[in-house]
Structures are given as structure tokens and as C-alpha cells.
């Protein structure tokens, strides 16, 4: 059974950072796509970013680009989101969610029906 644990939340002030990881133990982890999701409270999860199975795709919803990288270490099994500049709609709680594969190429979804195992979330507080 997969499991995925998020870690790296907290709270932060405008145009602060932070990095997410997200952790992958009981299966297999590298040769599938990982992405993140974030759930605002009164909001739908939505896709914030995803990463392919080797790392050379990555994917990122617009409201974060340019701000936000993905990273994966297969090695490690983990995934990492670097969050820079953040803003208060940023708050959320983000989930890591393993993705289709194996070493499926050339797709990287970013609808979360696409993905199978999720983690528990961990909270991103964002002030002003």
C-alpha cells in the first residue's frame, strides 16, 4: 500500500517561502507522476503543480508559475514544492497525490481523478 506524508507547512507572512515534501513509502514511487493539490477553505481542491516520473516535465497551474518549482529525488522518494513569494491565496492545505504510470511519458494530468493515492495534507497559512 502507498503511502504519501506531506511535510513542510506552515504559516508565513506575504512574500515568504516555504517547501513542501512529500515523502512516498510502501510502493513503488519513481516511475509515476507526482503532483500537488490545494483545498482553500469554502474552495475545490484544485492542481497547483505536477511533476513527470523522471523530473524533466513539470506542470503548474498559472496563478502559481513563476513562483513555485517542483523537484523530485527518485532516490529518496520524495517530491518537493518550493513556494516563493507567497500570498494570503495561497492558504490552503496542500496534498501530494501519486499520479498515473508506470513510466507512462508525455502525461502529466492535472485533474485529480488521475490520481490514485493521496496524502493527508499539510497546512499552508499565508498572512498579510
Known amino acids: 500500500q502507498v503511502q504519501l506524508v506531506e511535510s513542510g507547512g506552515g504559516s508565513v507572512q506575504d512574500g515568504g517561502s516555504l517547501r513542501l515534501s512529500c515523502a512516498a513509502s510502501g510502493g513503488t514511487f519513481s516511475g509515476y507522476v507526482i503532483g500537488w493539490f490545494r483545498r482553500a477553505p469554502g474552495k475545490e481542491r484544485e492542481f497547483v503543480s505536477g511533476?513527470?516520473?523522471?523530473?524533466?516535465?513539470?506542470k503548474y497551474a498559472d496563478s502559481v508559475k513563476g513562483r513555485f518549482t517542483i523537484s523530485r529525488d527518485n532516490a529518496r522518494n520524495t517530491v518537493y514544492l518550493q513556494m516563493n513569494s507567497l500570498k494570503p491565496e495561497d492558504t490552503a492545505v496542500y496534498y501530494c497525490?501519486?499520479?498515473?504510470?508506470?513510466?507512462?511519458?508525455?502525461?502529466?494530468?492535472?485533474?485529480?481523478?488521475?490520481?490514485?493515492?493521496w496524502g493527508q495534507g499539510t497546512q499552508v497559512t499565508v498572512s498579510s
Open positions: 511533476i513527470s516520473t523522471s523530473g524533466t516535465r513539470t
Open positions: 497525490a501519486r499520479g498515473p504510470g508506470p513510466y507512462i511519458n508525455n502525461y502529466l494530468p492535472a485533474v485529480s481523478d488521475e490520481y490514485g493515492y
